[in-house]
């Protein structure tokens, strides 16, 4: 048997061996899997991560990319501006966030936790993976105000960046599928399931009588949107408010063109409800009493109107204050401090 021989000119060969050791460098990166924490309870999670194995580098990278101001135009604004975890990653005491340039947002920033499970993001459902939902917040004018274009040259800039990137993929450039598979790593395992309610759930803990007599009331009034484990059942839904002047949002129906998605918004979680506020798709209520008093008589008639709504939700102030305790206890004091999500130093 004649074994052919091949002669490569010098160009090409020392070509091939960079290749060849770019090849080698991606295949043996030290890389740690981990897998997404699934509280007890919890049904089995979106195909999220089925592109985008998790890794403890991927993970960190994505961490400090959450935290960084250089992923907006003014070298300030972060995500963590606007999804801060003392506030179980929503806004704290603003209705609006704000954006560069001292621009405001038009909605109110959701709390981040438990999106591995979520079919679609933002309030209008308007993003149906988690990989390219920062493109939304990075690229809008009134938010971050930036380009991916401008981020990676940033980034790469960054010799930090580079050892980061080069540990999560097995070389030092930075680019937007990178950027993304890492931020979604970090959000998509920010779990939130370990509050005092998930601790009755698995019987380590009991509800006072007051939060008892709440969770009764929550079962009676309020799970045909709000869904347990998760308190939300992912629908879009009409509840009565109207418009708000100035921001004239439609919700859904932005999305869909659909005049029967008019005034549909996300049926929010109700995890750490409790330090998340203010509350609306606008945050237009400061509180949770005034949040369950709009169901009790503030809900406004419409074509729109969801069906379960249409005369208010009975509930009586005795069960209004018990359902305030009840709800207390879905927040996740763990979570607000779990060191993992917090500001890399």
Not at 256 to 283: A, E, I, W
Request: charged share 20%; aromatic share 8%.
């Amino acid at each position: 048997m004649k074994t052919r021989v091949i002669q490569l000119s010098l160009p090409v060969l020392t070509a091939f061996c960079l290749w060849q050791g770019c090849r080698k460098t991606q295949a043996d990166a030290p890389v740690t899997p981990f897998t997404l924490e699934v509280p007890q309870g919890f049904p089995a999670p979106t195909p999220v991560f089925r592109d985008n194995p998790l890794t403890r580098e991927a993970f960190e990278l994505g961490r400090r990319l959450f935290y960084d101001g250089r992923l907006a135009k003014d070298g300030i604004t972060s995500c963590a501006s606007c999804h801060q975890q003392f506030a179980g990653f929503a806004t704290f005491d603003h209705a609006l966030s704000h954006g560069v340039d001292n621009a405001s947002t038009t909605r109110n920033a959701p709390g981040l936790s438990n999106l591995a499970w979520y079919p679609e993001l933002h309030w209008d459902g308007s993003v149906n993976h988690l990989e390219v939902q920062p493109l939304s917040p990075i690229t809008a004018a009134n938010e971050m105000g930036e380009t991916v274009a401008g981020i990676l040259k940033k980034l790469n800039a960054d010799s930090r960046y580079r050892e980061l990137t080069n540990a999560a993929f097995g070389s030092p450039e930075m680019d937007s599928q990178r950027m993304l598979k890492a931020l979604a790593q970090f959000t998509g395992t920010i779990v939130s399931g370990d509050s005092k309610y998930d601790r009755v759930q698995r019987g380590t803990d009991r509800f006072t009588p007051a939060e008892e007599a709440g969770y009764t009331v929550f079962k009676a009034k309020c799970t045909s949107c709000h869904r347990e484990p998760l308190f939300t059942d992912h629908s879009y839904r009409n509840i009565g408010l109207p418009l708000q002047p100035g921001l004239d949002d439609v919700g859904r129906m932005r999305i869909t063109k659909l005049p029967s998605d008019s005034l549909k918004f996300r049926v929010p979680s109700l995890r750490n409800v409790m330090v998340t506020g203010p509350y609306g798709h606008d945050g237009r209520f400061f509180s949770v009493g005034a949040v369950i008093e709009h169901y009790r008589t503030g809900t406004r008639p419409g074509p729109t109107l969801d069906p379960l709504l249409r005369n208010g939700l009975s509930i009586s102030l005795n069960e209004k204050s018990d359902l305030v305790q009840f709800l207390g206890t879905l927040t996740d004091t763990a979570y607000l401090r779990n060191p993992r999500y917090a500001e890399p130093r």
